[in-house]
């Protein structure tokens, strides 16, 4: 089995983009965002899982050696859920994944201009193209009706080029470096080596900075929580993890120790797993240190302070800073207030 491409620090920490002069919050937001758009983009075209966990992975590590300045994110968002769909043999036309992509785009755009989240990132971020959005509070008055491209249009065609440039750079930059081994088969064996497989955990029902995205309900449990599958609670923690660099950082097993320990850490009262005669996550030769590491990153997803926060509260997100054009004016408009021009 080929193992992972993974980050290293000086990669993590001095990244292409940062090199250029992106700040690391604009940076992280756009990744993020291009997570989400993949991840819907995904679920509209009724594409498995594991294709929009590949897409995700793929695009995360090509971030690690290209910088926002030189390509766009949309691009790279296509191209990799593109070439995810051969990797994994779940082929999709060409027009319906570009349909997708420009639906999302477009609507989150719409809310954007109608909507006050993305008036709370510019606040942070600054002007995008020199204007702060204005704060509309009528957004449910005016809905999003989508006209799909004519098969025809020069929209479609520049859309449709710039998905095949977007997999010939990931091909070229990753050096057809394109094995993505998920977790989601070890976490289950993990699972059930533990006798967790049926195990239930209460939580709250929102709770502040562990609430995951993917989970459903469960039985009853006292007023304020509910109890959930720990197996689900955990994949779903996996899910949301596609959103962070962790996938590019660490190896499948550890994320699979990682989430289990988060899902149980995270439960009212506390989960209690084997410490003695020595730590469960050694039998899975994991370090406690990675496991802080995953999930510190996971919980950042969900602190309600934070930007990434706000891109997942509203629908608007980064939708303005798509392209590379979009980050450069962005960069003049900006640099010198940050210091970075």
Known sequence: MLLNTLATQSQLHNSPSRQDGIPEHLEYQIRLYGCQLIQGAGILLGLPQRVMATAQVLY???????????????????????????LEESPVRLRDLINAFDYLIKRDRHHSRHGSAMAALATQLGPIHGQ???????????????????YFDNDFYEMKDALVVGEMQLLKRLGFHVQVNLPYATMVNYLQLLELSSAQVQV???????????????AEARPGHRRVDFAQRAWGFLNDALQTPVYCLLPPHVLACSVIYLTAQTAEPPFALPLEPMPWWELFDVQHGEIEVVCCHILRLYHSDSPSAMIRAGSGGLSALLTKKDVKEWLVNNGRAEGLL
């Open 60 to 86: 995360q590590r090509f971030w690690f050696v290209s910088s926002l300045k030189h390509f766009s994110s949309r691009d790279i968002c296509m191209g990799s859920l593109f070439l995810s769909t051969k």
């Open 132 to 150: 702060l959005h204005e704060r509309r509070e009528h957004a449910s008055h005016q809905p999003h009706v989508y006209e799909p491209q004519g």
């Open 204 to 218: 709250r029902l929102c709770p502040r900075g562990t609430h995951s995205a993917s989970e459903g309900e469960g």
